[in-house]
């Protein structure tokens, strides 16, 4: 049988990666797009092995191409997105724009699948604008085309996330943390490992759902989070509820930066809660389980973090005495 072709976009990030290694390990071939070869094709070409990735180049709103690399396509897989705007890389024209365009260039080369990925969280979220232009795009994709994949994951972690590692970072150099909203604000953490099952097992057929809210195994708060991970670093740090009229102002000094650590929308967000709507299923409703852990998982990378980075580990320390 030819095996299927599967055209990704967002390839280079760190859901793309471990899908690629997923899809490719089991006889899919892909082809990967990335604004820039240079820079991102040393990360991708490692992904898989010769012959099953394709390395693409793309402005990505160069119609011809796109329509083009569509047309070669069984199944397409968006995972284009960006966290805060800078100039033209507004969220309109990322979260709204191009997913309306992939899903009227699917639903006109009548390819067999589309696959976006939206975020959780946002129904109720109107005063931000990643949460808006999010919504947006996928109202555009359910209107183009039918045969869509709204998959809407929590917060996604693993070694490669801007997370997890962010915030070990952070909290190794500074001695207070800030907790907006009290840190009361919840999470359901899904692994990479699990939803790139999950995305797998809808691409074999497993299920027709057209939206899937995506969650890991538990449901914790940002506080606890923020917990987790110091206790994984073996740190202690004052958590400081931040008022939000001087988390405002910080967050707008952040905007500043190329990359901000944090900004108002962000901060509008984080308001509400990341868990399932009750709108749609989970992947827990439709039998595709994920089961990994917070705790274990960090504990598999957090080690780097700590003072004395991999001899910190805890098979290391137990085989010396
Ligand atoms: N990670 C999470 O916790 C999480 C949670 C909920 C939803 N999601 C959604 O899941 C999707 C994938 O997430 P991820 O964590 O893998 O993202 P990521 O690591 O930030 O990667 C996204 C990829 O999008 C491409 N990209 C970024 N800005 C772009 C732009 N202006 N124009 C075109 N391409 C651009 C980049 O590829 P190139 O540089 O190679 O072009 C990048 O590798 C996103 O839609 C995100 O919103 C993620």
Known sequence: ?????????????QIGRHLLRKLTKNNYKVVAVTRNIHQKGYILKTQANPGYLEIVELSYFNLEKIENLIEGCSICINLIGILFEKKKNTF??????????????????????????????????????????????????????????????????????NFTTNFMTLL???????????????????????????????IQGKTNEQTIECIGPEIISFKEIILKLLKTIDKKRFLIPLP????????????????????????????????????????FDLGLVANRMFDEELEKYGFNWRSGGQFSKKNFLKKKL
């Open 1 to 13: 049988m030819k095996p299927k072709e599967i055209l990704v976009f967002g390839a280079s990030g």
């Open 92 to 161: 309109k024209n990322i979260h709204t724009d191009f997913p309306d365009l992939l899903s009227k260039l699917s639903s006109k080369k009548k390819i067999e699948k589309l696959i976006h990925l939206s975020s959780l969280g946002i129904e109720n979220a109107l005063d931000s604008n990643y949460a808006l232009s999010k919504l947006n795009g996928e109202n555009k994709i359910k209107h183009n085309f039918d045969r869509s994949v709204i998959i809407k994951p929590s917060i996604v972690y693993s070694v490669d996330d």
């Open 172 to 202: 190794n150099r500074l001695p207070v943390m800030p907790l907006y909203y009290e840190g009361k604000t919840k999470f359901a953490p899904i692994h990479v490992k699990d939803l790139s099952q999950i995305i797998f097992e809808i």
């Open 244 to 283: 939000l009229i001087l988390a405002k102002a910080t967050a707008k000094i952040f905007e500043i930066m190329p990359k901000p650590l944090i900004t108002v929308d962000q901060l509008n967000l984080l308001k509400y809660d990341n868990i399932p709507s009750g709108k749609y299923k989970t992947n």
